[in-house]
C-alpha cells in the first residue's frame, strides 16, 4: 500500500535506520556522560562509545581510527579542510584549484578564501560533468597547496575520477581533498588505494542522523597538518574543539557500519529502480538525461523535461512525491542550477530539470506510481503551455 508523500530526495538526506536509532537511545539517557570526562565511568562509557564508532566509520573509508575527527557535519568538515590547508600551508603557497561544481560548502569557502589573499582556480567540467585531466594538471603551479574535488556531484550522481586526479596532485607534492558526501556508503571508498589526504562526510546521507559528520586526515605519506577552525579545549586531537555529540556519533557509526554490511544490496536494489524510472520518462517527447549514464551513483537520475519548468512541475506533484530541482542548500534559489549550467545546459534547459534520488527503501509501486503521476504532469503542462 503506497504512502504518501512518496520521498525520492535522498541526496538531500535520508530517513534514520531504524538500527541507528536503537543504538543510539542509550546515549541520550543511560549512558549520558561528556566523554571528556575522564574521572568517573559514565566518562569512560561515553568515550569508548566515541571510539568504537570512530573505528566503523574509519572502516568504511579504509582509514585509521586515528585519522577520523568529528565534526558537526560535512560543511564543517570542508570548512576545516581548506582554511586549515590555506592557514597552516601558507608558508608553500596561496593557490587552491577547485572545480565550477563543488557544493556551495567548498565553493563559499573558497570565495571568502580569496578575499584573505588566496588565489582559487575553477576548473572547468564536460557535459557530463567531468574534469579534464591534462587541464587539472597544468593549472598546478609552485604555489598550489590543496586540489579540491568532489568524489561525486549531488545533483547529477556523476562519480569523477577521483584516483587520477589525486595521483596527479600526488605527484607534484600537492595535497588532495574530496568532498565524498554522496559517495561514503553508496559506493566504494577507499583513502588509500584512491590517494585521498582529506576526506569530508556526514551521516544523515547514509541513513544516520543529522548534525554530526567527519573529516578524514592522513597521518602518513604525507602528514597532513590543519590549522583548527574550533578552538577550546584540545578536542579531536586538538582539531576540533567542543563537548562530542556522542549519541550523534554512536549513530553514524552505527550508519557507516550498516552501510559497508549493505552496500551492495543498496547499490543494486536503487540501480534496478532508477533505471525504470528513467527508461520510462524517456518515453515523454524532450526529455533527456544531465550528466553521464554510465559512471554515477545508483541512486540518482537528473533529467530535464524541456519545456516544462521544474518549479511548476514541483508544483504540481508535490502533494504525491518529494522531489528537487537541485541541491538541498540552493533549494531556495529561483536561479537555474549552477552545475547544470557548468555542464553546458542553457538557463531554459536548467529550468526544466528534476533530480529523483531513490532510497534503500524506495518500492516497485512508488516507482510505478511516480511514472504515471510525473507523465501525466509533464503531459498537462505541456498542453496549458501549447494552449
Known amino acids: 500500500m503506497l504512502h ?35 574521572n568517573h565511568s559514565f566518562g569512560w562509557q561515553a568515550e569508548e562509545a566515541v571510539e568504537i564508532a570512530r573505528e566503523q566509520v574509519a572502516a568504511l573509508i579504509g582509514a585509521e581510527s586515528k585519522e577520523i575527527i568529528f565534526t558537526s557535519g560535512a560543511t564543517e568538515a570542508a570548512n576545516l579542510a581548506i582554511r586549515g590547508v590555506f592557514e597552516n600551508y601558507g608558508a608553500k603557497g596561496n593557490h587552491i584549484i577547485t572545480t565550477t561544481i563543488e557544493h556551495k560548502a567548498v565553493l563559499d569557502t573558497c570565495r571568502q578564501l580569496e578575499k584573505q589573499g588566496a588565489d582559487i582556480t575553477y576548473l572547468p567540467v564536460d557535459h557530463e560533468g567531468n574534469v579534464n585531466l591534462k587541464a587539472l594538471e597544468a593549472a598546478i603551479k609552485p604555489a598550489t597547496i590543496l586540489v579540491c574535488i568532489m568524489f561525486a556531484n549531488n545533483e547529477t550522481g556523476n562519480i569523477l575520477p577521483i584516483t587520477e ?8 607534492g600537492v595535497l588532495f581533498f574530496t568532498d565524498a558526501t554522496q559517495a561514503c556508503g553508496k559506493i566504494p571508498v577507499d583513502v588509500e588505494k584512491d590517494h585521498i589526504d ?11 542522523p543529522k548534525g554530526v559528520g567527519a573529516i578524514y586526515v592522513r597521518r602518513k605519506n604525507p602528514r597532513v597538518k590543519l590549522l ?30 550498516i552501510a559497508m554490511n549493505d552496500m551492495k544490496s543498496n547499490a543494486l536494489h536503487t540501480a534496478r529502480l532508477r533505471d525504470k524510472l528513467e527508461q520510462a520518462l524517456l518515453q515523454l517527447p524532450s526529455v533527456s538525461v544531465n ?8 541512486q540518482v537520475t537528473n533529467l530535464s523535461f524541456h519545456p516544462v519548468e521544474s518549479e511548476g512541475l514541483l508544483m504540481g506533484v508535490n502533494k504525491e512525491i518529494a522531489l528537487s530541482s537541485g541541491s538541498a542548500c540552493t533549494s531556495a534559489s529561483v536561479e537555474p542550477s549552477y552545475v547544470l ?18 532510497g534503500k527503501n524506495t518500492t516497485e509501486e512508488e516507482i510505478d506510481f511516480t511514472i504515471k503521476r510525473v507523465g501525466e504532469a509533464v503531459e498537462k503542462f505541456r498542453e496549458m503551455s501549447r494552449l
Open 4 to 38: 504518501f508523500p512518496i520521498y525520492l530526495d535522498h541526496n538531500a538526506t535520508t530517513p534514520c535506520d531504524a538500527r541507528v536509532v536503537e543504538a543510539m537511545l542509550p546515549y541520550f539517557t543511560t549512558y549520558f556522560g561528556n566523554a571528556a570526562s575522564h
Open 165 to 172: 586526479m589525486a595521483t596527479i596532485a600526488k605527484k607534484h
Open 198 to 208: 582529506l576526506l569530508a562526510m556526514n551521516a544523515h546521507k547514509m541513513y544516520g
Open 228 to 257: 583548527p577552525q574550533i578552538t577550546g579545549g584540545g578536542h579531536e586531537n586538538g582539531l576540533r574543539s567542543g563537548t562530542l555529540n556522542v549519541p550523534g556519533i554512536v549513530g553514524f557509526g552505527k550508519a557507516a557500519e
Open 291 to 298: 550528466g553521464s549514464t554510465v559512471n554515477r551513483l545508483p
Open 341 to 358: 549550467k557548468a555542464m553546458g545546459l542553457s538557463d531554459e534547459m536548467a529550468h526544466c530539470s528534476l533530480r529523483f534520488s531513490l
